[in-house]
């Protein structure tokens, strides 16, 4: 079987990673048990997924379920995007001729729309009559908004029909949700005979980033004794912390015994590796994404001494959703680097294939700060060759095994929301 995995040029200019040649001499093994995993747990619709890659360790830091950002992709990568999102909607709704996208309610963002408008593009060059709907409350009739790129995109209010939702007599087999649904489970989806992906209870007012780190962790353990590593290289250690209200400091000191905790079990890992690196935690809201109600700490110290303003800053999230649970996580350092600033590769899934990525960079962050805020941009991955499988050249980074590495890690997590929502 080969895997269908882009060789791409990059200016990038990060470590030489061990995990890499070893990802690389046991690819067969590698691709084998992915398969395997597959035919027991098939993949979400699709995902995106952030790595950090810090030389020593190459893991994943977030799991998006509703991905944004396709038009941020290399247009090079279209045919993959077109055969996966035929794969992908093949297994769901085998006779599906049309999808319906419901769009994220912020419709006056243009990035976001380019990337649904890139989404919908996908389906109708995969064979598919595609639409898109909203489910905002002051969308009565349909919108033509022209986009920067010299695209429209059209958006379409949500009717019920029974069981069914549609845009007037559009009413299709495959309703693709592009909502993470933070503000709650709409009701006008509730119910439906139609085939919805991903289902309703991936979004973020019921779904946990420890409960997905967790199924992480199992599938990074499982993967590595396959392979023969030490998990820790692909996986960030974590600790859930419940009860937490940063404004009224009630649950603080249970956060910061276990931010002590961790550093404490990441310090022994580094001086294991004898990595001389200062170890930091990220304490990111256990629900929620854009970056929102996430900083970094490098001591219990830090969580004790918040002020009002970063309490506030954690304290809300997309939506204004409550933060009261939040992850601790390992910080994983990114040795990446576009030009003079720091890097980190968004890689993007549909069904079990990966179909593409880009960096994310951020002129004005380090090696050991959140990249996911304002100011950054993204650099897209860029086609070196017409290839599908890595080249097992003598240099661990050269650029197809750099993508292949990161394929894999991002596969791993895509099963573990696979594991996640079954």
Request: with cysteine; net charge negative; charged share 20%.
């Amino acid at each position: 079987m080969t895997s269908i995995v882009p060789h791409l040029t990059t200016a990038l200019n990060g470590p030489l990673l061990e995990l890499e040649a070893h990802l690389l001499a046991r690819q067969t093994d590698v691709e084998c048990w992915l398969r395997e995993q597959w035919q027991k747990t098939p993949a979400p619709f699709y995902a995106s997924v952030d790595l950090r890659n810090s030389g020593f360790k190459l893991a994943p830091v977030d799991t998006n379920l509703f991905p944004a950002g396709f038009n941020n992709l290399n247009p090079a990568f279209m045919p993959l995007c077109v055969q996966a999102a035929q794969s992908a909607v093949e297994r769901l709704c085998p006779k599906a001729r049309k999808v319906l996208i419901v769009a994220e309610n912020h419709t006056r963002n243009l990035f976001y729309l380019e990337s649904i408008e890139t989404l919908r593009d996908i389906f109708e060059k995969a064979g598919l009559e595609a639409r898109i709907g909203s489910l905002r409350d002051d969308i009565s009739e349909t919108v033509s908004i022209e986009l920067p790129s010299g695209k429209t995109c059209e958006i379409s209010p949500l009717e019920r029909q029974g069981k069914r939702v549609a845009i007037g007599d559009f009413s299709p087999c495959l309703v693709l949700l592009n909502n993470d649904m933070s503000g709650g489970r709409p009701a006008i989806l509730e119910g439906l005979e139609q085939q919805v992906a991903p289902p309703l209870k991936a979004g973020w007012s019921t779904r946990k980033k420890s409960d997905h780190f967790t199924h992480y962790a199992m599938v990074a353990h499982a993967f590595a004794e396959q392979i023969g590593i030490d998990p820790w290289l692909l996986a960030p250690l974590t600790l859930q912390c419940g009860e937490v209200n940063f404004m009224e400091r009630s649950g603080m000191e249970c956060l910061a015994r276990n931010v002590n905790t961790l550093l404490t079990t990441i310090q022994n890992k580094y001086d294991q590796y004898g990595i001389d690196r200062e170890p930091f935690i990220v304490v990111k809201a256990d629900s929620g994404t854009y970056g929102m109600g996430i900083m970094m700490v490098k001591s219990a110290d830090d969580v004790m001494n918040l002020n009002r303003k970063q309490r506030t800053k954690m304290s809300s999230a997309k939506e204004g959703l409550v933060v009261d649970n939040v992850l601790i996580q390992e910080g994983v350092y990114t040795f990446e680097k576009i030009g003079e600033s720091v890097a980190e590769p968004v890689i993007y899934m549909m069904d079990h294939f990966v179909i593409g990525g880009f960096y994310r960079v951020h002129t004005g962050r380090g090696i050991d700060e959140n990249l996911n805020a304002p100011g950054m941009h993204f650099e897209p991955l860029a086609f070196a060759q017409s290839c599908i499988t890595p080249d097992k050249l003598d240099r661990p980074d050269a650029e197809p095994n750099r993508f292949y590495a990161y394929g894999v890690i991002a596969r791993l997590a895509l099963l573990a929301a696979a594991r996640e929502l079954a």
